[in-house]
């Protein structure tokens, strides 16, 4: 079975969404170098519709790009989840129409390498209410940001994380892998 993995950009107060411009690692090269080493484990993308955009109207554009990102992006399979967009206009991308959940547990049943989910708030929470991560990636930027929302959802307990790797750059941005144990929420836990 495939891992799912969540890699995320986080501020220190818990925030995943970028409302200010504390997301920013043109000074420090090596959080972009464990990012492709770890593209090197991974044969998918799992992206919501937003950040799909984001993506595809950034990295392509990237012709200069010597952090290998553009070009794992363009190579690497990607899977929308979408119930607006038909036509992705990205090659190796296929759209996902339906229960994002029932889609990702067959996509893990699939044999392969690592699938990945990064940004794409509202289909992290719900991978992460079904219990599917088998493992979280986080970028922590030494940022409050003060509100937007956060990596888990509102009630989501999980009594206990493995430390999997840490590392801190010179730009004060940390690297934390974890891998979870069964998430309940907080009915389950009343």
């Known amino acids: 079975m495939r891992a799912l993995v969540i890699t995320q950009n986080i501020t220190l107060d818990g925030s995943v969404e970028m409302l200010d411009d504390w997301f920013d690692l043109s000074g420090d ?3 972009l170098a464990l990012a492709r080493r770890q ?13 799909f955009e984001d993506f595809r109207g950034y990295w392509p554009l990237q012709t200069h790009d010597t952090t290998g990102i553009t070009d794992h992006l363009d190579q ?10 038909t036509d ?3 090659q190796h991308s296929t759209v996902l ?5 029932e889609h990702v547990r067959l996509l893990k049943d699939r044999p392969g390498k690592d699938i990945v989910c990064t940004g794409s708030i509202t289909l992290t929470h719900a991978l992460i209410t079904a219990g599917l991560v088998d493992e979280y990636r986080l970028f922590t930027h030494p ?3 003060g509100r937007g929302r956060r990596l ?3 009630g989501h307990v999980i009594a206990q994380l493995r430390l999997l790797d ?3 750059f010179g730009s004060g941005v940390t690297y934390t892998a974890y891998q979870p144990a069964r998430g309940r929420t907080q009915e389950e836990t009343s």
């Open 29 to 31: 090269p090596d959080p």
């Open 39 to 51: 593209g090197e484990d991974t044969d998918a993308r799992l992206l919501g519709r937003r950040t």
């Open 76 to 85: 690497v399979q990607k899977y929308l989840v979408s119930s607006t967009m």
């Open 88 to 90: 992705p206009q990205w």
């Open 97 to 101: 129409t339906g229960d994002p959940v």
């Open 143 to 145: 940022a409050v940001q």
């Open 152 to 154: 888990f959802p509102d």
């Open 166 to 168: 840490a590392r801190s």
